[in-house]
C-alpha cells in the first residue's frame, strides 16, 4: 500500500513537471502555426503574446498573495490546475484573436503560480534525499516531447498544437484527481508570493499574547510564596512558647 502511494505521487510530481514545462515550449513553439491561422505578422503575434504573458503573471501573483491566507494554501493549491485547464482549453479550441489572447491570460495567470510553486516543492523534496527527485525528469520530458511532435507534424498546422493542449488538459485532470486522493496538506508550499500583511498580524497576536500570559502568572507567584512564609513562621512561634 505504502509503495503504491509512493509511487503515485512521484507520478503526480513527474506530471506537473510535464505539464509546466511542456505547456510553456508548446505554447511559444506553436506561435508561428498561431501566426498562420490568425494571418497575422509573427512579431506582431509575439509581441502581443509577451504583454499578455506579462499582465497575466503579475495578475496570477497579486491575486495568490491575497487568496491564500484567505482561504488556505490547501484548497488553493489544490485546485489552481483547473484554471489553467480552462485556459489550455481556449487555446485547444482557439478560432479567433480573442480566445487567443484569453487562453493566454487565463494559462499564464494560473501557470505562473503552479510552475514556482511545484517546482519549489519538488527541489525541496529532492534536496532531503526523497526519490521524489526521479520526479523532476518530467521537467525535461515535458519540452522535449512538444519540441519533437511540432517539428514532426507542423505540415498539419494549428491541429498539432491543438493535439498538445488538448493532451495537457488530460494529463492535468488525472493529476488533479490523484492529488485529490493524496491528501496534501501543502504546509511546505512556499510563503514568498503571501502578502506581507499576514506576517505583521502574526506579529502583532504574538506581541498581544505575550503581556497576558505574565500577568496571569504573577498571582500565581504570589500566592505561591505566602503560604510558604506563614509555615515557616508557625513552628517558630510554639517553640518560643
Known sequence: MASSFNLTKLCVFAAVGYICAGSMVAILAGLPLFAVYLESNLYVVAAVFVCAFLIATGAGIVLIRYLVPRYGAKNIY???????????????????????????FITFGALAVFFYENFTRQVNFARRGFPVALGLIGWALGPIICVLVIALFS???????????????????????????????????????????????????????????????????????????????????????
Open 78 to 104: 489544490e485546485q489552481d490546475i483547473l484554471i489553467y485547464m480552462i485556459g489550455m482549453l481556449f487555446m485547444a479550441l482557439t478560432m479567433n484573436k480573442a480566445m487567443f489572447l484569453i487562453g493566454i
Open 155 to 241: 505540415s498539419y498546422g494549428l491541429l498539432t498544437a491543438r493535439v498538445l493542449f488538448a493532451h495537457f488538459i488530460v494529463i492535468g485532470f488525472w493529476v488533479w484527481i490523484q492529488r485529490l486522493s493524496l491528501h496534501e496538506e501543502y504546509a511546505d508550499a512556499p510563503k514568498a508570493l503571501l502578502s506581507k500583511h499576514v506576517h505583521h498580524e502574526d506579529a502583532k497576536a504574538t506581541v498581544v499574547a505575550t503581556p497576558t500570559t505574565e500577568t496571569s502568572a504573577e498571582p500565581d507567584a504570589t500566592t505561591a510564596t505566602t503560604p510558604a512564609g506563614t509555615d515557616l513562621q508557625k513552628p517558630n512561634d510554639t517553640t518560643q512558647a
